[in-house]
């Protein structure tokens, strides 16, 4: 999965790919198409699966997209602040003469 494409539509994908191996015969328990689902996510969700693997977790397939799509809400909001405050922390330095004057407050 490339960074930046949404996990549902990676989920579908998989779960197609899946199916596609059950009618050419391919016997893959559930825990494995988890599982394989999971292999292919990016870094960004790293602690997903940390927590997935450590409470070991069983979920269908839908399960798993469902947490997986809450999860990248979660992740997707923190990233967006994340780069709004990135944003606001750079000022550009204005030119020219003329600027405000800053007023002190320290008196």
Do not use: W
């Amino acid at each position: 999965m490339a960074q930046g494409t949404l996990v549902r539509e990676h989920c579908l994908k998989m779960i197609s790919y899946l199916n596609t191996l059950e009618v050419l015969g391919a016997d893959i328990d559930g825990e494995s198409q988890a599982d394989m689902i999971l292999q292919c996510l990016p870094e960004s969700f790293k602690e997903f699966k940390l927590n997935y693997n450590m409470n070991k977790k069983i979920y269908t397939l839908s399960e798993l997209m469902n947490e997986l799509v809450a999860a990248e809400g979660i992740l997707g909001t923190a990233s967006i602040n994340a780069n709004m405050a990135e944003a606001s922390s750079s000022k550009p330095k204005s030119k020219g003469k003329g600027g405000k004057k800053k007023k002190d407050f320290t008196k």
